[in-house]
């Protein structure tokens, strides 16, 4: 699904590389999350994946096509810090990716409110993000981006900002829309339980520059509940977790 091969990258402000040599791959249908300390480049991997940023050197491809020969709209990014417009509607701010791929109006609309009701979100349409809770915010932000009709979705932090309880049950709803629509799925945090219970795998960062991300494989059936995170082998990888993060943090 997704192949980083050799990439480097830094921004030109800064003297250093932020990622140097980074390879990996994605296989279609996954769950990955990525783990690390804050300021390593995760968000970075993201931009370049959407192509907001160009690799010093490197390749990416996206379903074996490199991503520079691909147009506008393949890939489903909900950035870290969210943002809907505010003075879009929550109808005409899911519709967005669709009016920028262009089409019809009529249909751009009724494909979004048909994806709107299927989560529950019909009766918020015609209000404005001010209207909303955090966790209905993230639900209309997760919306736009399945719009895009990527296969590939990235998510960066979508629930950090939220209270712990509304966290969870997003959690529990994600998982419940990502095993229907068989999406693979990119999704960055800093709680190394939500990457327990959502991921196939998790991507550790290694330090900085990323040269490598230590890969864990979950072994846990979906559908999932809490207490599989009370395995001895999941509470074995957590505190290994825990302890990597805990030594990449430079206070
Ligand atoms: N547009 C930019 N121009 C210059 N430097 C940037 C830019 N965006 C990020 N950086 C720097 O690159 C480094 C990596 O940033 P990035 O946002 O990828 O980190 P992150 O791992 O996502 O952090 P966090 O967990 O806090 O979100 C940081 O040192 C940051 O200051
Ligand atoms: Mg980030």
């Not at 490199?66 to 109808?91: A, E, F, S």
């Not at 629930?159 to 509304?166: E, K, R, V």
């Not at 330090?207 to 995170?229: H, Q």
């Amino acid at each position: 699904m997704l192949e980083f091969k050799n990439i480097s990258f830094k921004y030109d402000e800064d003297p250093d590389f932020i990622i140097k040599s980074l390879s990996f791959r994605v296989d279609k249908g996954e769950f990955i999350s990525i783990v690390g300390p804050s300021g390593c480049g995760k968000s970075t991997v993201f931009r370049l994946i959407c192509k907001l940023e160009r690799p010093f050197e490197g390749d990416i491809f996206l379903e074996g096509r490199n991503i520079n020969v691909l147009g506008k709209g393949y890939i489903g990014y909900m950035p870290q810090n969210d943002l809907l417009i505010p003075w879009r509607t929550i109808l005409q701010n899911s519709s967005l990716p669709l009016e920028i791929k262009g089409g019809d109006m009529k249909r751009v609309r009724n494909e979004a409110e048909e994806m709107l009701q299927s989560f529950g979100l019909e009766k918020y349409k015609d209000k404005y993000p001010r209207d909303l809770s955090g966790g209905m915010r993230q639900r209309v932000a997760f919306t736009r981006t399945l719009l895009t009709g990527s296969e590939l979705l990235l998510l960066d932090e979508p629930f950090s900002a939220l209270d712990a309880i509304t966290r969870l049950s997003m959690q529990e709803w994600l998982l419940d829309k990502w095993s229907k629509l068989n999406k693979t799925v990119l999704f960055i945090t800093h709680d190394v339980e939500e990457a327990l219970f959502l991921s196939t795998r998790i991507f550790v960062t290694d330090g900085s520059p990323i040269r490598k991300f230590k890969e864990i494989k979950v072994d846990l059936n979906y559908p999932r509940t809490r207490d599989m995170l009370d395995n001895p082998d999941i509470l074995r990888i957590k505190a290994q977790l825990i302890e990597e993060l805990k030594r990449g943090i430079r206070l």
